[in-house]
DNA sequence: GTCCAGGGCCTAC
DNA sequence: GTAGGCCATGGA
């Protein structure tokens, strides 16, 4: 079996054992791309109820989160932790988004998806995955987004070593799956939903749906 | 009280 | 170029 045969075989257990996800709890895509931001490091449910906030505020919009005072916007990110990186970080991200586009993302639909990446990394407290994440889950390109459950489980089940780059693993996928946003949306929260599940600590690895198509996983320290 | 969650930046070697 | 520290809240 391939690569591209095996990752589709662990997309197809998955789904088997969770059913479809699709994924992103987001109403618009400028609520994805918050999103994306807040849950850097912290659990959704913290990000929640930030986003909550930022809802009943009346901000869950490029135009008026870019007139929101910063010390207020601290305050409303506040339960999804690191609130004054991330309030800065929304910050730059909506300054950058108003400047491109007037705040309309449809006018972004012209960009050529390596060229919006770029300009996403460039911004201060915008990495690899939160990019891939805005890329993908916001803007609908095909782009597979790896996070730290993709690399648990993956390492795990010794499909790539546990000292590869986010771009060895991005590229592991991208290279080897259909170019089908869809699948890259739904593979992802697969791979975050049987890393939550599963893969945190021997024990409950026991019921992993992926051992009986990959066997046992591999002993790797911090995974 | 301890651990950790859908990262990313900065500094020191 | 990379290991280690830092950012912070809230639930298990």
Redesign the pocket.
């Given at each position: 079996m391939n690569a591209g045969e095996v990752l589709i075989q662990i997309y197809e257990t998955l789904r088997g054992a969770y059913g479809h996800r699709g994924?992103?709890?987001g109403e618009t895509p400028f609520e994805?791309m918050v999103?994306?931001v807040l849950?850097?490091?912290?659990?959704?449910?913290?990000?929640a109820?930030a986003i909550d906030a930022l809802r009943s505020a009346g901000v869950m919009e490029p135009a008026a989160l870019s007139r929101v005072d910063l010390v207020r916007l601290?305050s409303l990110v506040?339960?999804?932790?690191?609130?004054?990186?991330?309030?800065a970080?929304l910050k730059r991200l909506v300054d950058w988004l108003i400047e491109r586009t007037g705040g309309d993302l449809e006018r972004m639909q012209d960009a050529a998806t390596e060229d919006l990446r770029e300009e996403l990394?460039t911004?201060?407290?915008?990495?690899?995955?939160?990019?891939?994440?805005i890329l993908l889950?916001a803007l609908g390109r095909p782009v597979f987004?790896v996070?730290?459950?993709t690399k648990?489980v993956t390492v795990r089940h010794g499909l790539i070593h546990e000292?590869c780059t986010?771009f060895e693993l991005k590229e592991l996928f991208e290279s080897n799956l259909p170019r089908d946003v869809e699948l890259h949306k739904d593979y992802?929260?697969q791979l975050?939903e049987v890393?939550?599940r599963q893969c945190?600590t021997k024990p409950r690895c026991a019921t992993c749906p992926l051992h009986p198509v990959l066997g046992d996983p591999i002993e790797a320290e911090g995974f």
């Open positions: 994924w992103w709890p994805i999103g994306a849950t850097q490091r912290t659990n959704w449910r913290n990000v109820k601290q506040r339960p999804a932790g690191y609130y004054r990186q991330k309030a970080r990394i911004l201060k407290g915008i990495g690899p995955e939160t990019a891939d994440s889950y987004v996070d730290a459950y648990r000292t986010y992802h929260a975050v890393g939550k945190r």
